[in-house]
């Protein structure tokens, strides 16, 4: 489920955000004077940036009750940018998923009001007071990418198959000394790929291999009978 960007305002008694220690959270760097623009809106005066093992927290510094998240697994791209074409100032961009409506009209009406609705927020820029850590940020955001890998759907577990098999899950219900012969070098350097598990995929295609097989060591003894008559 995609969350998005949403309003953070736990502290703790020295300001820094409470984290959820007891499901692993972990602090992994501390950031301060950074500044937060969000969307095409102004950027934002300073705070100081938190990244965490699942999320970002930005935590302002002018108001103790404002501040932004964002997990992780909400964070689609996020890239250095220097190009002053592109942005002013060099930032870490980053695009975030969010729940897509079918009133495409709302947004337009959020931005007519004037009331931000940060569910709907698509595009985040952090800019740091000191350009040199945008390398170290990124670093930091790359590592806590790769913490929070993409969930596979249950569905797609369910229905998505690879044609290509292993070379266990292609000996399915065989093991016998007539079927020895198809058993595929077990070897790691020719596994080419994998079934999911499904022995009902790979076990039809085993037989027609094996069927196959036995075809044609049928056409090979008629031919050897033909020669013997001749």
């Not at 009750?65 to 930032?91: E, N, W």
């Not at 913490?147 to 229905?159: D, H, K, R, T």
């Not at 079927?179 to 020719?190: G, L, M, R, V």
Request: charged content about 30%.
């Amino acid at each position: 489920m995609v969350v998005g960007l949403r309003e953070f305002a736990l502290r703790t008694g020295d300001g820094s955000p409470a984290l959820d220690e007891s499901n692993g959270e972990e602090l992994m760097h501390v950031q301060p004077s950074v500044a937060v623009a969000l969307s095409d809106r102004s950027v934002e005066s300073p705070g100081t940036l938190y990244i965490t093992s699942r999320k970002l927290i930005w935590l302002s510094d002018a108001d103790v009750a404002k501040g932004y998240a964002v997990d992780f697994l909400s964070i689609s791209l996020h890239a250095v940018s220097r190009d002053p074409q592109t942005y002013p100032s060099p930032c870490i961009y980053t695009q975030i998923e969010v729940v897509e409506d079918e009133d495409e009209d709302d947004e337009d009406d959020t931005e007519s009001t004037g009331v931000l609705d940060l569910s709907k927020i698509r595009e985040m820029r952090l800019v740091p007071s000191d350009s040199t850590q945008l390398d170290t940020l990124f670093d930091v955001f790359c590592e806590c990418a790769e913490l929070n890998p993409e969930p596979v759907e249950e569905e797609e577990e369910e229905s998505g198959h690879n044609w290509v098999f292993s070379a266990d899950q292609m000996v399915v219900g065989g093991g016998g000394e007539e079927d020895a012969e198809w058993q595929i070098s077990q070897s790691p350097t020719s596994v080419i790929g994998h079934s999911n598990g499904d022995e009902s995929i790979a076990q039809p295609m085993l037989e027609l291999q094996i069927n196959d097989q036995r075809f044609d060591d049928a056409e090979e003894m008629v031919h050897e009978s033909e020669a013997k008559d001749h």
